[in-house]
């Protein structure tokens, strides 16, 4: 019997990659009302790898939220199926079901009258964890969110910003662990800079928690920004494109994902391409215990390939500074001026900080800060031509 695979799985089976398992399942799931002539979610099919991170995005009233509340039942679908890691929803009971989703809301919806450590605590406290670990979890939570235990922990909602109001929401959704996290409009609230923030902060956590994720937004570019994949809903609740971002924006299904996306839709590819999609360029570097003499003979070799600096690494591989050769011929030694993340730095964000940087290159590191190699505008260009088609040629991309 032929296996029905969808899209993603059939790619990573032609790559090799054994296909990731369905966490969420949507199989023709409708939402009908009495009141309403036509059904808010209609026949919906979706399937969401496990660890995927998928964006719902499209116009107001589209049934983006409905899905999200139909998955952790806080709404029940009209007719059709929704399996959470094979389980069918309705044979779970409803306090079972959410255990294992976590929920981050537009407002947070935190308890006024709890400390942020009890708030924190709230799941793990009504499945019966011990003190001590909730105590643990609650640190380490707080500290993963970029909130220090010690400054937080005793303090009450009315006390925080906006924005670290929505990362102790974050870090209650994540207290007890769960593989699924719904997360509807969680940054909307937030003003602009600090929604980047958040959203840069949210990307890296993301790269070590590797949770299954169901993010609703009407941000188009939020969704591209963060997404693993889109999911347009179009007229009538139906889906009118699902997709990676880079996909999208290359080629929208019809005319209404084009109004949807805009104009600018090169703009939108520089931000949701991350340095980890694109090819690096090596560059010469020396262990930070050289001495002068072997630090001379690497700027000649680096000098001979066309480079007119080394870069110096740690014993952990993580660039410390350049060195080159002053007038004298002796090495001299000038500070990192445009250090960039491998996993969170989109090729936008790379651009700007390269055309503020006093040399023609950034170096890149992962999360461990370890040297990946280095990013030019030319590379960027080079890498924008396969994912973005005729595109390319509008920042000069030669085919």
Known sequence: MALDLSPQEASQVDSGVKPRRSAIELRDVSKHYKDAGAPIVDKLTLSIAEGEFVALTGPSGCGKTTTLKMINRLIEPSSGQILINGLDVDDLPSHRLRQGIGYVIQNVGLFPHMTIAENVAAVPRLLGWKKDRTANRIDELLSMVGLEPSMYRDRYPRELSGGQAQRVGVARALAADPPILLMD???????????????????????????????????????????????????????????????????????????????????????????????????????????????????????????????????????????????????????????????????????????????????????????????????????????????????????
């Open 185 to 399: 409009e969680p940054f909307a609230a937030v003003d602009p800079i600090t929604r980047t923030s958040l959203q840069d902060e949210f990307l890296r956590l993301q790269q070590s928690i590797r949770k299954t994720i169901v993010f609703v937004t009407h941000d188009m570019a939020e969704a591209m920004r963060l997404a693993d994949r889109v999911v347009i809903f179009g007229p009538q609740s139906k889906i009118a494109q699902v997709g990676a971002p880079t996909e999208v924006l290359s080629a929208p299904a019809d005319a209404f994902v084009s109004s949807m996306l805009g104009t600018g839709r090169l703009v939108q590819l520089l931000s949701c391409v991350k340095l980890r999609d694109v090819s690096l360029d090596p560059w010469p570097t020396i262990s930070e215990e050289m001495g002068q003499d072997e630090r001379l003979v690497a700027l000649a070799e680096a000098l001979g390939r066309g480079k007119d600096r080394v870069l110096v690494l740690d014993e952990a591989k993580r660039p410390r500074y350049w060195i080159y050769l002053d007038g004298n011929g002796e090495s001299m030694r000038f500070e990192l001026d445009c250090t960039l993340d491998l996993e969170v730095t989109s090729l936008r964000d790379a651009i700007t900080q390269i055309v503020y940087c006093p040399h023609d290159c950034a170096v890149v590191v992962d999360g461990d800060e370890s040297f990946q190699g280095v990013i030019d505008l030319k590379g960027i260009r080079r890498s924008l031509a396969p994912l973005a088609g005729s595109s390319a040629s509008i920042i000069g991309v030669d085919k």
